[in-house]
Nanobody, 124 residues
Framework: QVQLVESGGGLVQSGDSLRLSCAAS????????IGWFRQALGNDREFVAG????????LYSDFVDGRFTISRDSDKNTVYLQMNSLKPEDTAVYFC?????????????????WGQGTQVTVSS
């Protein structure tokens, strides 16, 4: 079992940067692929980025367009999402999630463990 806690959200202006952290507890964290998702008010939860259990492969949604970078530090049991050039449409609650369902999964239902989320608000 894995427990996930997100942090790093906040209120920023358009064009600013934020780094989100997803701290995990549990001995088996290294066995999980990790994904970042977001959910804006009134919208479905959508995939943002993913990193495989070794940290060797990453995957991004098209809307990221080179602005975000996902990484993981297995020694610290933490996955990061560096977000640059933020836009108002990036405003959402951001969640990290863990899966052993196989690499490259983008559907929320394919992720077993979830954090509580951290709010990101980008003003224009």
């Amino acid at each position: 079992q894995v427990q996930l806690v997100e942090s790093g959200g906040g209120l920023v202006q358009s064009g600013d940067s934020l780094r989100l952290s997803c701290a995990a507890s549990g001995r088996t964290f290294r066995d999980y692929h990790i994904g970042w998702f977001r959910q804006a008010l009134g919208n479905d939860r959508e995939f943002v980025a993913g990193i495989n259990y070794k940290g060797e492969s990453t995957l991004y949604s098209d809307f990221v367009d080179g602005r975000f970078t996902i990484s993981r530090d297995s020694d610290k049991n933490t996955v990061y999402l560096q977000m640059n050039s933020l836009k108002p449409e990036d405003t959402a609650v951001y969640f990290c999630a863990a899966t052993v369902a196989g690499w490259g999964r983008k559907r929320p239902v394919e992720y077993r463990y979830w954090g509580q989320g951290t709010q990101v608000t980008v003003s224009s």
